[in-house]
Structure formats: structure tokens, C-alpha cells
């Protein structure tokens, strides 16, 4: 008798494959590696990449007001993410913002699954973009913001920027639903990042004495270090976010490594024509203009794309840095938004042109060919441009102004900026040579 009931159900999986039910999601172990893998590599891009990055940036009296304004945003934006930010970004909502039912992890045990990883390992990955979004903010006003305002602002934005532009791209919000092209962060990320550095630059108001004092890296070895830690932490921000261990994996990966070695080359060979020398700042920055710029379109080119993308990247975020600190005048101190914010809009456009399947070697993993079909798709990129930087510029306004009169002032004193925030605000030094 049961062969038979066998031998029927065989018969109508062949003959009537709908009447037979799906086999049930089971957890995929190579997937779940590889997204436990390419968490911890995005958490090396903030805990330490950044904060070796931008600690080695600053001058020496702020370097350790950098580094535990790192660790101290990665906590906070942590247990935020973990209380309601994946909530309300990855639940269903309606288009502009999630809802609770996911609040604390309501309902997610070690056996509910995001497709085939568990569900757990989701919220982790994405809590680590979670977490570098605001750290790379501060580069726009490093040396100068209390630590409080930096605290109460960065908790604020993450819930008011963040957390609802990622639902608008990865959650299933509008931008999702008109067919967005950001992989892994363009617009998510690095445009809002670069937008709220920007307008917390104009803000705050430039350092003491800019532009006419010059104010250097203190320490390059700690910048190149960490930008070697931002490389290779990169893989997991882009190929992770391929959310399993295939093709788009490997090829994600490869296309950043193509554009930020591309980058890199540009801007020093940039700087070598127009000051006769290539600085090591100059080939650093070039690298992470590259990765920047690269991410939203990581999942959608191939390399030959990439390659185009990453000298892009090189040459015009070289010259907004120059426009924006030498030319405007606008104290971003580490050039988030030059970097960071015109990266990812260049990079959010450019996918609209090179994921398309009819370039040749310069071809994508899109939409078919056509240049109608292009131009629909750089029409819809464009959108997602200018929507988030309108909004992420209103509300980082509104929330630097609002966390102003809550603290009393975001910045310092005079006398505490001369003598550096290690001291005025954490009475501790980095240095006692």
C-alpha cells in the first residue's frame, strides 16, 4: 500500500507539479557561513577600520575623542537596531516605514529563517550597516561637536534617517517597489552619511582657524592601517550582501576590488600631474572613493563596469573635495560628504547604466538591453538620489538644531577646541611620549 501511495504522488509531481506541495525552507549551512563570515568583516570596518581611519586623521589632541565616539555610536546604534530599528525597517509596514511586530525580536528564535539563513544572522548583518552609517557622520565635524550632542544626534538620525530610508530600498518601501538598484548601500549608506555630514559641517561651523591653519593628519600610519582594514572589511559589506554563497558573491567582491584599486590609481596618479608627487592621504582616500562608489552598483556589474566606475570615482570625488574644502569653504573634515555622499550618488547613477546586458565586456546582471530601458532605469536612480537627499538633509537639519537646544550648544568652548576634546571631554590623552 504505501509503495503505491508513493508511486501516485511521483506520477502527479511529474504530471501536475501544482497540486504537489513545495518542500519547506530549510536552513542553507554554506549561506549561513558566508553572512556570518561577512558580518564580522563589516563590524572590522568600523571596530577598528574607521576608527583608525578617521583617529589617524585628526590632530592628535582629538584622536582619542574619534575613537570612542566610534565605539560608543556602534553601541548605541546596537541596542537601538535591537529595541525597534530592524523593526521598522524590515517588517511590512506600509511604503514609507515598517512596523512593530518585530520589536525586540518578537517571535525570531534560533529557527526562524530570512529566506534560507536564520533570521537572527539577518538582523545581525544588517545591524552592522547600521552601525558604521552614523560613525562615518562624525567625520563632518570631527574636532569641534560635544560628546553628548554627538551621542544624542547620532541616536536620533538613526532612527529618523536610517531606519526609514532602509526601509524604502531593502525593506519593501516605495523605492523598493519602483525597482531601486542599490546592492549594498549607495543610497542607504553613503548618501545619507555624506548628506547629514554635510549639512552638520554647515551647522556646526568650520574648526578654529579654517581654512587658514593648516590642519594635518597627525598620524598616516594609523589612517593606512585602517583603510587597509576598510579594503578587505568591504568584502563582507558588498559581497555579504548578496546574502548567500553564489555568483553574485564572488562577482560583488571582485568588482570591488577592481574599482578600488582603480580609484586608488586615479586619485594618486591625479595628484601626481598636479602637484608632481602622489601623497599616501591622497591614494587612501582614492581607495575608499572606489569602494564608496562601487557598492550600490556591486551586485549589478560586471568588471569592466567596475573598472570605468572606480576611475569615475577617482577623478570626480577628487575634485569635490577640492571644490567643497578650497573652493566653498565648508569645514567637512574629513570629507565625508566629497567621498561618501558624491561616491554614492555617482555610483547609484552609474548602475543604471552598467548593469545593462548589452555593453560587452562593460556588460551587467540587470535588465535587458535598450536604451529605453536604461534611461527608465537612471530615471528611477535619479529619484532615489534626490528623495534622499532632500530628506535626509530637511531632518538632519531639524535634529542638529533640536539636539542644540536639548545640550545647550553642539559645540565646545573655544578654550576646550584649542586644548582638544581627549582632555575638555574624556580628561585623557592619547599620547604621554
Known amino acids: 500500500m504505501s509503495k503505491t501511495l508513493l508511486l501516485s504522488f511521483t506520477l502527479l509531481s511529474l504530471f501536475f507539479p501544482t497540486m504537489?506541495?513545495?518542500?519547506?525552507?530549510?536552513?542553507?549551512?554554506?549561506?549561513?557561513?558566508?553572512?556570518?563570515?561577512?558580518?564580522?568583516?563589516?563590524?572590522?570596518?568600523?571596530?577598528?577600520?574607521?576608527?583608525?581611519?578617521?583617529?589617524?586623521?585628526?590632530?592628535?589632541?582629538?584622536v582619542l575623542s574619534i575613537l570612542m565616539q566610534c565605539f560608543a555610536i556602534g553601541s548605541i546604534s546596537s541596542i537601538l537596531w535591537l529595541l525597534?530599528?530592524?523593526?521598522?525597517?524590515?517588517?511590512?509596514?506600509?511604503?514609507?516605514?515598517?512596523?512593530?511586530s518585530k520589536v525586540m525580536m518578537n517571535g525570531i528564535t534560533k529557527d526562524v529563517l530570512s529566506g534560507d539563513i536564520p533570521e537572527s544572522l539577518f538582523m545581525l548583518f544588517q545591524m552592522t550597516f547600521a552601525v558604521i552609517t552614523p560613525v562615518l557622520i562624525i567625520g563632518g565635524f570631527a574636532e569641534r561637536m560635544k560628546f553628548s550632542a554627538v551621542l544624542m544626534f547620532s541616536a536620533?538620525?538613526?532612527?529618523?534617517?536610517?531606519?526609514?530610508?532602509?526601509?524604502?530600498?531593502?525593506?519593501?518601501?516605495?523605492?523598493?517597489?519602483?525597482?531601486?538598484?542599490?546592492?549594498?548601500?549607495?543610497?542607504?549608506?553613503?548618501?545619507?552619511?555624506?548628506?547629514a555630514a554635510l549639512v552638520a559641517a554647515l551647522v556646526v561651523g568650520p574648526r578654529l582657524g579654517f581654512p587658514k591653519t593648516p590642519m594635518l593628519p597627525h598620524n598616516l600610519t594609523m589612517t593606512v592601517t585602517g583603510a587597509g582594514m576598510l579594503w578587505v572589511g568591504w568584502f563582507g559589506f558588498n559581497g555579504g550582501s548578496a546574502l548567500a554563497a553564489n555568483g553574485d558573491a564572488s562577482m560583488a567582491m571582485l568588482v570591488t576590488h577592481i574599482s578600488a584599486a582603480a580609484g586608488t590609481i586615479t586619485w594618486a596618479a591625479i595628484e601626481w600631474k598636479k602637484f608632481g608627487k602622489a601623497s599616501v592621504l591622497g591614494a587612501v582616500t582614492g581607495m575608499v572613493a572606489g569602494l564608496g562608489t562601487i557598492t550600490p552598483a556591486s551586485g549589478f556589474v560586471g568588471p569592466g563596469g567596475a573598472l570605468i566606475i572606480g576611475i569615475s570615482a577617482g577623478v570626480v570625488c577628487f575634485y569635490s573635495t577640492v571644490y567643497i574644502k578650497?573652493?566653498?569653504h565648508i569645514d567637512d573634515s574629513l570629507d565625508v560628504f566629497p567621498v561618501h555622499g558624491v561616491g554614492g550618488i555617482l555610483g547609484t547613477l552609474l548602475v543604471g547604466l552598467f548593469s545593462a546586458t548589452n555593453l560587452g565586456v562593460f556588460s551587467g546582471f540587470g535588465f535587458a538591453q535598450g536604451i529605453t530601458t536604461i534611461a527608465e532605469q537612471v530615471g528611477v536612480q535619479l529619484i532615489g538620489i534626490f528623495s534622499t537627499l532632500i530628506y535626509t538633509a530637511v531632518v538632519t537639519y531639524i535634529l542638529l538644531k533640536l539636539v542644540s537646544l536639548l545640550t545647550g550648544g553642539l559645540r565646545v568652548s573655544e578654550e576646550q577646541e584649542v586644548n582638544g576634546l581627549d582632555q575638555s571631554e574624556h580628561e585623557e590623552s592619547g599620547y604621554h611620549l
Not at 549561506?31 to 589617524?56: E, K, Q, R
Not at 538620525?157 to 517597489?177: D, I, N
Open 326 to 328: 578650497h573652493k566653498l
Open 20 to 62: 504537489v506541495l513545495a518542500e519547506e525552507t530549510k536552513l542553507n549551512g554554506a549561506n549561513t557561513s558566508w553572512i556570518l563570515t561577512s558580518t564580522a568583516l563589516v563590524l572590522l570596518m568600523t571596530l577598528p577600520g574607521v576608527a583608525l581611519f578617521y583617529g589617524g586623521l585628526v590632530r592628535k589632541k582629538n
Open 84 to 100: 525597534v530599528g530592524y523593526s521598522l525597517a524590515f517588517s511590512e509596514g506600509n511604503a514609507f516605514i515598517g512596523d512593530f
Open 156 to 195: 536620533a538620525w538613526l532612527l529618523a534617517v536610517y531606519v526609514p530610508v532602509t526601509h524604502w530600498v531593502w525593506g519593501g518601501g516605495w523605492l523598493a517597489q519602483m525597482g531601486i538598484y542599490d546592492f549594498a548601500g549607495g543610497i542607504v549608506v553613503h548618501i545619507t552619511a555624506g548628506t
